[in-house]
């Protein structure tokens, strides 16, 4: 059964930093895009970026400068880096994986979803 894990997620206070893992099992990863995003309460989920299935990045245009999304293919596992973490950043970030980082960062254009870790973030 292929299935994504996240982990990682806690309590930080603000300019802190934490690191995110998505861990696949069931199947490949390395096959796969990745793109991490995140939801707040009330919110829309968003995306925060996204890594392909060679390594290349992008991010949404807050994260840029301030998160790494990284993949170790023989751990089967992709990272996301963040610092310097905001308030607002208090969020469930998901992991899911898809064909390609297309433009817009589609929630849609994902197909395999991890069920999410929580990060907050305050003081």
């Known amino acids: 059964q292929a299935q994504l894990v996240e982990s990682g997620g806690g309590l930080v206070q603000p300019g802190g930093s934490l690191r995110l893992s998505c861990s696949a099992s069931?199947?490949?990863?390395?096959?796969?895009?990745v793109g991490w995003f995140r939801q707040a309460p009330g919110k829309e989920r968003e995306a925060v970026g996204c890594?392909?299935?060679?390594?290349?990045?992008v991010y949404a245009n807050s994260e840029k400068g301030r998160f790494t999304i990284s993949r170790i293919n023989t751990k089967n596992t992709v990272y996301l880096q963040m610092n310097s973490l905001k308030l607002e950043e208090t969020a469930v970030y998901y992991c899911?994986?898809?064909?390609?980082?297309?433009?817009?960062?589609?929630?849609?254009?994902?197909?395999?979803w991890g069920q999410g870790t929580q990060v907050t973030v305050s003081s």
């Open positions: 899911a994986a898809g064909w390609g980082c297309y433009t817009d960062l589609r929630v849609e254009d994902y197909h395999l």
């Open positions: 890594v392909t299935s060679d390594g290349s990045a």
């Open positions: 069931g199947f490949t990863l390395e096959n796969y895009a």
